[in-house]
């Protein structure tokens, strides 16, 4: 664990998820291995297929940006994803970090009071730092102390919130790793990702793709128990200078049901500040 293999690990899980035809590969006959073979990946890439292993290996950690390059016009991931495989040669083994405390900005805490619709912010590793009243309504566990990667995967009545919880999840595992990045080896990523490995055979195979999805914002849909279908959109806003904090805001389409009902649930809530925690960064 002092040094993961991530580009080794992110190589091997993408080449066995491209699809042979979609690489130009004729495809004759049953394959035995799922994806493309190291030695196509190789061939493709227009390197030797010895070096290729090296690569998946960790035996050679440190490639040129046109050889990434290469191997990423063969296994097409898109920008978010190419940005992503360009950054897991610039991990290098770090001294061990004092944990600190990480703290919302005090503005950011007041705008959180003044708006009437579902907000919180969360770290980098989708800890949960501060929510408004209307945020933790929509769900209880949009509150501070609680990691959302966490309750989704093992909170039933989490995951009772989510119609299309397959999609929901999947997209939210790539959001984490664009989120932290090469930085995998965190020692509260590691703790978070094996605790979730062991529980959830669908963690543990969404992790294992690894997927990466830009941190944007989208529609959901949620089944709320109060108040029924709901179809909202997600803003998601980098706070600057804190460290990867997001500001997450949830909205409808104006005159929409799903906008009448998080009226009445902002008017059916007493006023309070928002509730915040502080976290180790």
């Not at 004729?26 to 061939?43: D, I, N, Y």
């Amino acid at each position: 664990m002092n040094r993961p293999n991530a580009l080794g690990e992110y190589l091997r899980a993408r080449r066995e998820l491209t699809d042979p035809a979609v690489a130009g590969l004729p495809v004759v006959g049953v394959r035995r291995t799922p994806g493309l073979r190291r030695e196509e990946v190789a061939t493709l890439a227009g390197i030797s297929a010895d070096y290729y292993l090296r690569l998946e290996q960790g035996r050679d950690r440190n490639p040129s940006p046109q050889v990434l390059q290469a191997l990423a016009r063969v296994l097409r991931p898109d920008e978010i994803a190419t940005e992503h495989l360009l950054s897991l040669t610039a991990a290098r083994p770090r001294a061990p970090r004092r944990p600190r405390r990480e703290t919302v900005p005090t503005g950011i805490l007041q705008l959180l009071d003044a708006i009437n619709l579902p907000a919180f912010v969360e770290s980098r590793r989708f800890d949960v730092l501060a929510a408004n009243r209307p945020a933790t309504a929509v769900s209880p566990n949009i509150r501070p102390g609680v990691n959302r990667l966490r309750a989704i995967f093992l909170d039933p009545a989490e995951r009772d919130l989510y119609p299309d919880w397959e999609q929901a999840v999947r997209g939210l595992v790539a959001g984490f790793r664009a989120s932290v990045g090469s930085d995998v080896d965190d020692p509260r990523t590691v703790q978070l990702v094996g605790e979730l490995s062991l529980a959830s055979d669908t963690f543990r195979r969404l992790w294992a793709r690894h997927d990466v999805s830009a941190l944007a914002g989208g529609t959901i849909r949620l089944r709320h128990p109060r108040l029924g279908p709901l179809e909202l959109r997600r803003e998601k806003l980098p706070l600057n200078d804190s460290g990867g904090q997001i500001l997450a805001i949830y909205h409808a389409e104006p005159g929409s049901a799903s906008a009448l009902a998080l009226d009445a649930l902002a008017s059916s809530e007493p006023a309070q500040a928002p509730r915040t925690s502080a976290a180790d960064a």
